[in-house]
């Protein structure tokens, strides 16, 4: 499950940061794939879409040190709380 | 700039509607205690929303229809209601009787970032949300951004150029300075301008929420733990003319409007330049003849993102060199909240107030000093100086900066 939730999340960062998907690492920062603020916030977006989960409002806030491992933490963590019945809200 | 001969414009009324209350002398009162008007969200769709949702909205109080002719009202949406009421109040003060001559020589000339955004919201409601079969037959003369200059134009017969500027957050402070130059150049005696929004509908809300810029607690300018913006609602309007009809009728001048800058930053759609607003500083100081050493106050853009307010602050140091150590800043949107295309037109109130009393609004809300923010921010109470001369400062997301130079009245 956390195999294919990194590889779902990877696969939308690579669409937003128009690059190869092979090049990101979980390390990798959104600044380092050159994806800026605002292109950060749709890519959220696109991640809240595609796993039909909805974030927090802070997370996610920091998009210079956030890493996209960190994004498909918050993933699981969200998909865990649904699966749980908490919901999306 | 090119070396013309202009004439010299002056404020001699003003008028305001804001989380503060209605009336300019309400939020300058409440500007002056360094009082705040924001508090949790007042929307039936408030718990719909996913955080938690503070606002600087006008008091339920506000009563729309208040001297409004009730043929005129069914036409109203909230944001030209606001412009209409504050135009009033500023008409009042100015104490202008609007016969044929001078209706002619008067233009009117509105900021509003959005339009009539709630009678929008209403309508999409019910024809997607509830399959209405009718939409409001006024719906048009409702929504149409043009409705709060043409209302006003309406109201008090006044028929020079007449139209609304849109620039998002910078809308009240474009309006004016686009005022201001059309008495300069001659084009007009009078002008009516400001700028006026009401736009805190469902769907607004929702998408500042997915931008994730809103404030979950208040609006704090220029501390470290600032969380954000805090929407704001309102309209401040204004009367200007030529100094030389101002006084051939006697007026009671509050202020002069020494002169505007106008630029672009051209870099990105939403993050702000510091050298785009600092030149937007530069050239209004250099249209009403300032060196920075001349001006004591900026009344910052200070939004209370994260981004906004170091990258002014860069600015202003840009702008005024050694004498940003010597100027106090302060953002009074931490009491009127940001009210989108009337911010500029309801700081103006603060700013033509702290030249004629002496008196610096403060920062509100202020609690943790940011090393990146290390100017004179007035934290939390307001404070008694002498107010030569002021700046004011709007930038917009697009990229777009106005800033107004105001000066004592001549």
């Not at chain 2, 009730?70 to 202008?96: C, K, M, N, Y």
């Not at chain 2, 409001?136 to 043009?146: E, G, Q, T, W, Y």
């Not at chain 2, 009671?252 to 702000?272: F, H, Q, R, W």
């Not at chain 2, 010597?326 to 700081?347: D, F, I, W």
Request: with cysteine; proline share 4%.
């Amino acid at each position: 499950m956390n195999d294919s939730t990194q590889q779902q999340v990877f696969e939308i960062i690579a669409k937003q940061a128009k690059i190869d998907v092979t090049t990101i690492t979980p390390s990798s920062t959104l600044k380092d794939l050159g994806i800026e603020s605002l292109e950060a916030i749709e890519l959220i977006f696109d991640i809240e879409e595609h796993f039909d989960i909805t974030f927090p409002d802070q997370q996610g806030a920091n998009f210079d040190s956030d890493t996209a491992q960190s994004l498909v933490d918050a993933v699981q963590t969200a998909l865990d709380g649904k699966a749980a019945g908490e919901g999306s809200k | 700039m090119p070396n013309v001969s202009t004439r010299r414009v002056v404020i001699t009324g003003m008028g305001a509607v804001s989380a503060l209350g209605v009336g300019a002398d309400a939020l300058w009162q409440g500007l002056s205690e360094g009082r705040s008007g924001i508090a949790p969200l007042r929307h039936p769709d408030a718990d719909r929303l996913r955080v938690k949702v503070v606002a600087a909205q006008v008091p339920a109080s506000y009563d729309p229809t208040a001297n409004i002719d009730e043929r005129v009202l069914p036409q109203l949406d909230r944001t030209a209601s606001f412009a209409l009421h504050a135009a009033q109040e500023a008409i009042a003060q100015s104490g202008l009787v609007f016969d044929e001559s001078i209706g002619a020589r008067t233009a009117t000339i509105i900021g509003t970032g959005v339009g009539g955004e709630h009678s929008h919201d209403d309508q999409s409601r019910r024809l997607y949300g509830e399959n209405a079969v009718r939409v409001h037959p006024l719906s048009i003369v409702r929504v149409m951004a043009n409705a709060s200059a043409s209302q006003i134009s309406l109201a008090h017969g006044l028929r020079g150029p007449t139209f609304v500027v849109s620039s998002a957050c910078a809308s009240a402070n474009h309006a004016i300075s686009q005022a201001a130059q059309m008495i300069r150049f001659g084009l007009a005696d009078v002008a009516l301008t400001g700028g006026t929004d009401a736009c805190m509908s469902y769907s607004v809300l929702r998408a500042w929420e997915a931008m994730r810029v809103m404030a979950d607690d208040t609006c704090r300018p220029f501390s470290i733990n600032r969380r954000g913006l805090v929407l704001g609602e309102g309209a401040g309007i204004f009367v200007l003319e030529s100094l030389e009809h101002a006084q051939s009728r006697g007026a009671n001048i509050l202020a002069e409007l020494g002169g505007s800058g106008m630029t672009a930053d051209a870099t990105d759609i939403v993050m702000p330049s510091a050298t785009g607003a600092a030149a937007a500083m530069t050239q209004a100081l250099a249209e009403a003849g300032l060196n920075p050493a001349d001006v004591d106050y900026v009344n910052a853009h200070g939004t209370g993102t994260q981004a906004n307010d170091s990258t002014e602050t860069r600015a202003i140091r840009l702008a005024f060199g050694a004498d940003a150590d010597r100027l106090v800043v302060s953002s009074t949107k931490s009491m009127h909240g940001h009210a989108m295309g009337a911010s500029g037109a309801l700081e103006l109130v603060a700013v033509v107030n702290a030249i004629r009393y002496g008196i610096v609004p403060p920062t509100a809300n202020f609690d943790q000093a940011d090393p990146a923010c290390d100017l004179d921010i007035v934290p939390n109470v307001a404070r008694e100086m002498p107010v030569r001369a002021a700046l004011s400062n709007s930038f917009a997301f697009g990229g777009l900066n106005a800033v107004l130079a105001i000066k004592r009245a001549p």
